[in-house]
């Protein structure tokens, strides 16, 4: 069996991204609240806000648990390719 490396993720990507993350929603949250509009248009806005970030979290869970998935399934059939590869003896004579 094959042993395939797997790229790791660094700290600083995961701060990186967290940081992103956080700066992005605190700075969309500063300009709603400080949006010369009325309160109706800015909880609308917030609520579109709201509905991005929790598409985006579970977009992010989809694709994960999607190549997750895809991951066990090509190692199944790397295993059972494996096994008939070892079980197979082209220079066996059936009796």
């Not at 949250?29 to 109706?40: E, F, G, K, R």
């Not at 869970?61 to 190692?75: A, L, P």
Request: hydrophobic share 45%.
């Amino acid at each position: 069996m094959t042993n395939r490396i797997q790229p790791q993720q660094t700290p600083a990507f995961y701060a990186q991204a967290i940081a992103s993350f956080g700066i992005s929603l605190t700075a969309m949250t500063l300009a709603l609240i400080y949006l010369p509009a009325s309160p109706w248009i800015r909880a609308f806005l917030t609520l579109g806000l709201l509905y991005v970030v929790t598409s985006t979290v579970v977009l992010c869970k989809v694709v994960r648990d999607r190549q997750e998935v895809s991951e066990v399934t090509n190692r199944v059939d790397q295993a059972r390719l494996d096994k008939l590869l070892t079980e197979h003896d082209p220079f066996r004579v059936e009796a």
